[in-house]
């Protein structure tokens, strides 16, 4: 499972995912093994000024996410995810390890 989680500062989740340029990233293996990493986004590559599925661009940084976390995003954006087969988690915690430890624990 790949994890993209809104984060600019790396550090907590944040809202407006469709302007967010930074991301942090959880790959989990079938052991549930994690990899986390931080990505920034080009002006570009940000969702606001993107166009089409993630599936069909391999080489945007998001590109093989399967989950996607913010704390708001618009209806145009969850559209775009879900048509692509991603699912969209929205939350009101900031806290990334909270989050990635209850997601864990529900699959």
Request: glycine share 8%; charged share 20%.
């Amino acid at each position: 499972m790949k994890i993209a989680i809104t984060s600019p500062n790396a550090k907590t989740i944040s809202g407006h995912a469709g302007k967010c340029p930074g991301y942090l990233i959880y790959d989990v293996d079938t052991n549930q093994n994690i990899k986390k990493s931080h990505v920034k986004l080009t002006k570009e590559q940000v969702f606001k000024n993107f166009s089409g599925p993630l599936s069909q661009n391999a080489d945007h940084p998001l590109s093989g996410i399967n989950t996607f976390v913010t704390q708001g995003l618009g209806e145009g954006l969850n559209n775009r995810l879900s048509r692509d087969g991603i699912k969209v988690y929205l939350v009101e915690s900031d806290d990334p390890e909270f989050v990635i430890a209850s997601l864990m624990s529900s699959t």
